[in-house]
């Protein structure tokens, strides 16, 4: 990203929805497909006034279907469009979880590369609004173990414009996660067309005594844990992995090897997902560099319960970052 | 229909049976990995469509298409061998072997690939009509179903946005009256699928699937209603599959009969050359050239190298390399 572009302060939404409209006027062959999408402009307004200049052709609104969406994505694509759905939330990916995996993620592989699935698949995931059971998933860990997947999920406004541009130039099937609390957050935003690379995490802030890899909501929770105890003599760099997959193992190893000590964050339920990965991987390849054991913050092993006081029973937040990182310091350095 | 057409189709049919016969006995005798449905049976739909589908179209064929790819390929790429090739596993497939008989594809045959998740490309064809006619292209973007595969949602999605979009897309439901045990009538609420297609709007047809004549001219139809930006249409092809269960019959003999004595395609088209003059030898001349052709691609099959190693781990993305574990 150049540095002496312009920025301006924005929230999420309004740099994904800057995104969306410098990629339609990039690509013609990009088009937008959803529920509400159109002249509503999304239940988000991440759409919005896109259906205004864009028309109903290329702001295409669409009943009840969530197969439909993404298999038209799917086939569009394989005819050398570029589709960007959105699914109003990701725990409706369930609907359309076949199309996903078994043709967006296959297309290019199974028929030997003579196909490409180059669309991406918005979403709204993520709990902390009182949605309940069926509005509040982190639904990563249901696709991580998808080989042809790539799955995106910024952590701030800037990194959202850039990652959603690369994203609809990518002629790979992007997955792209939108924590949903994080909607309003806001940032400085470089103002024009941009990409943010895929593939490659960030180090959100640097530091030499701990690593904490986090994703999307964790990541703020994350800094504002580095700031609590900078003042208390410990010095964490957090790493924001921005594509879950395939991520960037480089980044994470290289920062585990030289910190000798990790967090790894993340609000879905701990079995079989991203926790589980990041853990077994930097176990493997920093074993002889580590402290102690890889510290885990995850969600509970639990639906994600309606009333305000059960849910933040089972959402990990800044205290969990804080508590993970005190053991993770506790554990004698092996004077490496 | 005039002879010409009627013994092209009547030669398209026989390349169909002598390749699903030739690869079932090549199965038989474990030289083809994997699983095999063949399209016997069913060749005069299979033609009909082979026949109306241009190079320009795209169709998604299901688990019993071997004989429309194969057609396909050989009219639109001059070389319908890859086709066995894909089923038999080898380098020279038109995937290279990754793909198999549920899995084979040439967009430059108008072939956008079976799909093992059947009907799953209900919804999929939706897009390619789309983008078609987004652009102003004259495509018919053509899913084939069986019936059973009517039972997944997808097919109400794909109806109902294909008819709120005008979108040129084609139906072509195969009732072969089973969905592997189940017969039609007893998985659906009408046996007569076209009944659940009704509602939707646009032109819906039941048709003999087995009368190659009446066949290709419904085809034919639909197509013309398509490229004349008409908007979507159903068809539905009654018809019969020779191959019952994986472990044999199970159907009661007198439909057995009934369809391969009876009303079989290929008996029926020739009846109908005989009636324009044809002999027993020319009918005979016809099946004769196709079981050569089928001989010659079962060879170049079995010949073939196998897959390069490296195909493994290839293009599982467009822009990431996956190393091999
Ligand atoms: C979504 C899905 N469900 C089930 C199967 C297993 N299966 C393969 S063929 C088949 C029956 C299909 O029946 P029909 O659509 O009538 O096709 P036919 O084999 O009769 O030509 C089933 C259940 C599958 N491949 N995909
Ligand atoms: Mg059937």
């Keep these: 990203m150049n540095t002496e572009t312009k920025t301006r302060k924005s929230t999420m939404v309004k740099a994904i929805n800057q995104a969306l409209d410098l990629g339609m006027e990039a690509f013609p062959e990009m088009f937008l497909i959803g529920e509400d999408i159109g002249e509503m402009g999304g239940d988000f307004g991440v759409t919005r006034k896109l259906w205004a200049k864009y028309g109903n052709e290329r702001v295409r609104d669409t009943p009840l279907s969530e197969a439909a969406i993404i298999g038209t994505c799917v086939g569009a694509a394989m005819v050398g469009m570029r589709p960007v759905a959105e699914i109003m939330f990701a725990d409706f990916l369930g609907e359309c979880y076949d199309q996903i995996v078994n043709n967006a993620a296959k297309m290019h592989y199974m028929f030997d590369g003579q196909f490409k699935a180059s669309l991406v ?73 941009y990409t943010t690379p895929l593939g490659t995490a960030a180090v959100a802030r640097a530091g030499t005594d701990v690593t904490v890899v986090a994703t999307m909501r964790m990541v703020p929770f994350a800094l504002e844990a580095a ?14 992995l921005r594509t879950i997959r395939p991520y960037d193992a480089d980044t994470v190893i290289e920062s585990v090897r030289r910190t000798g000590r990790a967090v790894v964050a993340n609000e879905a339920p701990g079995i079989g997902g991203l926790g589980s990965e990041l853990s077994a991987r930097i176990s493997q ?20 319960p309606f009333s305000d006081e059960l849910e933040h029973l089972v959402l990990p937040g800044t205290d969990h970052i804080v508590s993970a990182i005190r053991r993770a310091m506790t554990q004698p350095d092996r004077g490496a | 229909m005039d002879e010409s057409t009627l013994s092209s189709l009547y030669s398209d049919m026989w390349l169909i049976r002598a390749f699903e016969q030739g690869l ?11 699983m095999l449905h063949t399209g016997l049976g069913q060749e005069a739909t299979q033609a009909a469509l082979a026949a109306n589908l241009e190079a320009t179209d795209a169709y998604f064929p299901d688990h019993r298409c071997h004989g429309i ?84 949602g997808e097919f109400h999605e794909s109806l109902n946005m294909s008819a709120i979009w005008e979108l040129p897309t084609l139906y072509a439901c195969v ?26 709007g646009f032109p819906c047809e039941q048709v003999d699937g087995n009368d190659i004549e009446a066949a290709h001219a419904a085809v034919l139809r639909a197509c013309d209603h398509i490229r004349g930006g008409k908007g979507p249409y159903f068809l539905e092809f009654m018809t019969w599959r020779w191959q019952g269960l994986f472990t044999g019959e199970f159907r009661p003999p007198d439909e057995v009969r ?16 005989k009636e324009m003059g044809w002999t027993d030898d020319d009918l005979e001349k016809v099946e004769g050239e196709a079981r050569d052709i089928i001989e010659s691609w079962i060879e170049f099959a079995k010949e073939s190298p196998p897959p390069d190693p490296a195909k493994a781990t290839a293009d599982v993305y467009a822009g990431f390399e996956v190393s091999p574990s």
């Design chain 1, 227 to 240: 700031e609590m105890l900078a003042g208390k003599g410990v010095s964490v760099e957090v790493v924001d």
């Design chain 2, 258 to 273: 009934y369809w391969r004595e009876e009303h079989d395609a290929i008996l029926m088209a020739g009846a109908r050359l």
């Design chain 2, 24 to 34: 079932e006995s090549e199965f038989e005798k474990g030289n083809v990995p994997g």
């Design chain 2, 69 to 152: 790819n194969a057609l396909a390929q050989q009219r639109h790429r001059g070389d319908g061998r890859r086709i066995m090739a894909e089923l038999f596993g080898r380098s020279t497939g038109v995937c290279s072997g990754k793909g198999g008989s549920l899995h084979s594809a040439d967009p430059r045959a108008g072939n956008y690939g079976d799909n093992a998740i059947e009907g799953s490309y209900m919804a999929t064809v939706l897009g390619v009509a789309l983008a078609a006619k987004m652009r102003g292209e004259p495509k018919v973007a053509c899913a084939i179903i069986g019936d059973g595969t009517v039972g997944r």
């Design chain 1, 121 to 193: 698949i918005r979403t709204a995931c993520g709990g902390g609004f009182g949605g309940g059971p069926h509005h509040s998933q982190s639904v990563e860990g249901w696709f991580l173990n998808v080989p042809g997947l790539v799955i995106v999920a910024p952590s701030n406004p800037a990194d959202a414009k850039g990652l959603l541009l690369a994203s609809i130039e990518s002629d790979d099937p992007v997955l792209f996660l939108e924590h949903k609390a994080l909607y309003r957050s806001k940032g400085e935003v470089p103002e024009g067309y």
């Design chain 1, 285 to 304: 390849d920093c074993f002889h560099q580590l402290a102690g054991p890889v510290v885990r913050v995850d969600g509970a092993d639990t639906p994600i």
């Design chain 2, 175 to 200: 009732n072969n009256g089973y969905a592997i045990f189940t017969p039609v009538g007893k998985g659906h609420a009408s046996a007569n699928i076209i009944d659940l297609a009704r509602g939707y």
